[in-house]
T-cell receptor, first 111, second 114 residues
């Protein structure tokens, strides 16, 4: 099993560019989430989904969009990148919502 | 709403010494509690979880945690640490009903010295 796969692992964007961070899981998990990790801030929830076709906002959703058209995929879109979005992004999934499996992260730098 | 406070941002300790990483939570409903570990440049791994039942929970790598409802705490302990335990540790809480989405603390950096 691949678990939770995030691509790319590293990305540099210019301010104003858009991009999509990919997340795929092969465990048939219903729950999927996106977090950002910043030094001293822990993990903050951006968006989450409790099943295909269902998404909701987390603590820091501004500047990000998500969709969940299949159980396996949960892409995160940055609409117009800003330096404040420089961070490490983690995707996570769970079968029951209790205990998550994390991807290895995407390190994003916005210049 | 729920929140998590990890009381120490950094805990230095010598190899083979015991360690305790402290975590307090607040929630208006019943909770599930978790500890995750993050090694450098990796994602988070689940160490252990409390869902119900015995308040003493054993996890991987010799770690254990005790749920104390009256003190709203879930401290992580290990009787003898190794150099390889050097990592960032995150406490997390989720409500036992609803969306189950966990809220994470800010993390505690455990630094094990030889």
């Amino acid at each position: 099993n691949a678990g939770v796969t995030q691509t790319p692992k590293f990305q540099v964007l210019k301010t104003g560019q858009s991009m999509t961070l990919q997340c795929a899981q092969d465990m048939n998990h219903e729950y999927m989430s996106w977090y950002r990790q910043d030094p001293g801030m822990g993990l903050r929830l951006i968006h989450y989904s409790v099943g295909a076709g269902i998404t909701d906002q987390g603590e820091v959703p501004n500047g990000y969009n998500v969709s969940r058209s299949t159980t396996e995929d949960f892409p995160l879109r940055l609409l117009s990148a800003a330096p404040s979005q420089t961070s490490v992004y983690f995707c996570a999934s769970s079968r029951t919502g209790v205990g998550y499996t994390f991807g290895s992260g995407t390190r994003l730098t916005v210049v | 709403a729920q929140s998590v406070t990890q009381l120490d941002s950094q805990v230095p300790v010598f190899e083979e010494a015991p360690v305790e990483l402290r975590c307090n939570y607040s929630s208006s409903v019943s909770v599930y509690l978790f500890w995750y570990v993050q090694y450098p440049n990796q994602g988070l791994q689940l160490l252990l979880k409390y869902l119900s039942g015995s308040t003493l929970v054993k996890g991987i790598n010799g770690f254990e945690a005790e749920f104390n409802k009256s003190q709203t705490s879930f401290h992580l302990r290990k009787p003898s640490v190794h150099i390889s335990d050097t990592a960032e540790y995150f406490c997390a809480v989720s409500s036992s009903g609803g969306s189950y989405i966990p809220t994470f603390g800010r993390g505690t950096s455990l630094i094990v010295h030889p």
